[in-house]
């Protein structure tokens, strides 16, 4: 069997490291502070200008109901794309890019509910932390995505 690698984008949300699959990427921004909209969803900062339109930027941090850092030097905007749909994300700061293979990504356990397994991917173990892998697209519902459009 071959040994699968993926290149992954390593961050921070609070306290915790995540991940997720670098090909989702478009490109990492500079923070800058969105425009609010109102009646959008809680975990809608705004928008900001990016190219010839608007990019929705999200607080990963309030959709998964945790604390959050305050702004700062390292924060980034990651844009998120997947055919037509794009959406920024913001970071407390961004790590590295680092080659994994799947054999060394642990399945999630069963601890976690059953809604964030759809979207966590796994676990990774590196200098003596764990990075939690995220499949950034399924975070959102159907739904949520077409509110985001």
Known sequence: MMNSER???VFELGTEKYAIDIARVERILGYAKPTG???SDKFVEGVIDYETGVLPVINLCTKFNMPGKQVGSQTKIVVIKEEDFKIGIIVDAVYEVIDVSQESIDDVPA???VNSRTYISG???RDKSIVILLDILKI???DEKQKLR
Do not use: A
């Open 7 to 9: 290149k992954i984008l």
């Open 37 to 39: 909209l109102p009646d």
């Open 111 to 113: 601890i976690t509910k």
């Open 123 to 125: 676990l990774l173990k």
């Open 140 to 142: 959102f519902s159907d």
